[in-house]
């Protein structure tokens, strides 16, 4: 039996690696729980594999916890597929992403290939971890903190606090674009006080016209 040994990285966050080693009979399930093992995040999150080619182009899904519409579609899932049955390469790559509702994107590879087993080792087996991952915002608890390995950026991170999700994609494109720009409001605003302050002058004026012409 042949020992698999994956290379784990984040898309975004390419400090933060892990390397672990699991049985060639395995599930792609236990690599799924063994990466969140070693992350701290819940693994009971809709996530998938995509069979990749070496550019990380996405292509069949193996898929854990999938919506209707992939189950109606036959995706194949994780607890039934067998690593062994989607390696093809000595070097075989994955495209991995966690989570559908907040997703983190991963990079899956194959980097060693052990042709036999340790007794004394359970696995899968947490070869080598490298950085911190990024902490996610929890739903139930708004008054949690995301902390990141990365310095925090100063950028609006418009998606996340509109709670986005993939499938908002298309109604997104359908929008254009449009929103509310807020400088264009308060533009908007200033020149409508403008136009009310110009009204009130010349209500007094008028009222001094009056005044005037009472004296003679």
Known sequence: MAIYRFRISF????EVVREIDIKSTQTFEDLHKAVHRST?????KSSSFFVSTDNWIKGD???????????????????????????EDPHQKFYYIYNFDRPFDFHVELIKII???DPNIEYPYLVKSTGDA???????????????????STEFDFLNEIDFVPEDSEELEAMGGRGISTQEKSEDTED???AEDSDEFADNDNYEDEEYKEDY
């Open 11 to 14: 898309e975004d966050f390419d």
């Open 40 to 44: 701290g995040y819940a693994a009971e």
């Open 61 to 87: 899904e193996i898929a854990y916890l999938p919506n209707q519409r992939k189950t109606d579609r036959g995706v194949a899932l994780m607890e039934k597929s067998k690593l062994s049955s989607f390696i």
């Open 115 to 117: 042709l036999e087993t």
């Open 134 to 152: 990024p902490k996610i915002i929890d739903k139930n608890n708004l008054g949690s903190v995301v902390v990141s390995s990365n310095p925090v």
């Open 192 to 194: 409508t006080e403008d």
